[in-house]
């Protein structure tokens, strides 16, 4: 396996075997997600364990969930290692909690060293007047409130296909019921759930709340929206850039006819919204809408045949 040097000094493996690894996902349901539906199975024609199911992880290797290629390896197995980011396909048809999520520094000295976690939502289908909770009113001080007091100091936003957001570490957010959306994250499962709305289990349980924690970490000053992204023409189509961020990079690729993939010194995952084919030479992978694809570093000569969308996502472009 030949290991070449980016332009930032990190190894990334390169795999001759294949261009490119569909992916299955591993997935969380049931008493993890009460507020989780039947969405994937409906709108994707995944194989969800139970009608609440809420995640698909697409592209994982956290211990316990990891993804899979259709050759039975896992990710972490095809990428010599645990990666940095995590992409999710997520189905609310309930209101998740609230939720917000600490930086590097916060999750390394009270997390046992874990990373923290800046995320990234792509609605892909909402129900008229979905909404998200997206940041908290000018001037609330968190730790002044107490439970559902939270709920009045709640920012809501009205979603619709295609808005993209970005929740950077101390952004209060939840999703809001009747939303399917596309999640890239850093690959970490520290999360802090500010309120839960009174939701109780068959058992009359609750889930707990880190409300502490979650003051710590907040930021009230937050003020971010969706961003439409820049286009780019390119020939056979178009790339929108959506995000470039310390710790990932988010575009979607426009394919009329044959659309040629940006090469990156990083690696790559591709979701599908359509179906097509992704050619490289003489080799060709055909996709379908809400498959997910690895694509490891420095790829290069791939094409997109179309009409589709792909989801393209993977870290930060390093700088020269």
């Given at each position: 396996m030949p290991i070449r040097i980016g332009k930032n000094c990190i190894p990334y493996f390169v795999f001759s075997d294949m261009f490119v690894y569909k992916m299955k996902p591993a997935y969380r349901y049931g008493a993890a997600t009460p507020w989780g539906g039947d969405a994937l199975r409906r709108v994707f024609g995944k194989d969800i364990p139970d009608d609440h199911t809420g995640e698909a992880l697409e592209a994982s290797t956290l211990a316990g969930l990891e993804s899979v290629l259709t050759d039975g390896r896992t990710l972490t197995a095809c990428?010599?290692?645990?990666?940095?980011?995590?992409?999710?396909?997520l189905d609310a048809r309930e209101?998740?909690?609230?939720?917000?999520?600490?930086?590097?520094a916060y999750a390394a000295a009270y997390e046992n060293g874990k990373r923290g976690k800046a995320e990234a939502w792509l609605i892909l289908a909402a129900e008229p007047g979905a909404k998200i909770v997206y940041g908290l009113t000018p001037g609330t001080d968190v730790r002044a409130l107490a439970g559902k007091d939270l709920e009045a100091r709640l920012r809501w936003v009205e979603v619709a296909r295609g808005?993209?957001?970005?929740?950077?570490?101390?952004?209060v957010h939840a999703i809001g019921a009747g939303i399917l959306?596309?999640?890239?994250?850093?690959?970490?499962?520290?999360?802090?759930?500010?309120w839960d709305w009174n939701r109780r289990d068959p058992d009359g349980g609750m889930r707990p709340l880190?409300?502490?924690?979650?003051?710590?970490?907040?930021?009230?000053?937050?003020?971010?929206?969706?961003?439409?992204?820049?286009?780019?023409?390119?020939?056979?189509?178009?790339?929108?850039?959506y995000l470039d961020t310390e710790h990932f990079t988010l575009m979607k690729l426009q394919a009329r006819a044959r659309l040629p993939l940006p090469i990156a010194a990083g690696f790559r995952f591709l979701t599908a919204l359509g179906a097509g084919r992704l050619v490289q030479g003489n080799e060709a992978l055909v996709f379908l809408p809400g498959e997910t694809m690895y694509m490891p570093p420095f790829t290069e000569g791939v094409w997109v045949e179309g009409p589709c969308e792909l989801l393209v996502s993977g870290p930060p472009i390093p700088s020269d």
């Open positions: 990428a010599g290692g645990p990666l940095p980011l995590l992409l999710k396909l209101t998740l909690s609230v939720q917000v999520h600490p930086d590097d808005d993209v957001f970005y929740i950077p570490p101390g952004m959306l596309y999640e890239i994250q850093q690959s970490s499962d520290v999360t802090y759930r500010f880190h409300w502490d924690k979650a003051c710590d970490v907040a930021r009230a000053d937050l003020r971010l929206s969706s961003t439409a992204g820049v286009v780019k023409p390119c020939e056979g189509g178009a790339v929108i850039r």
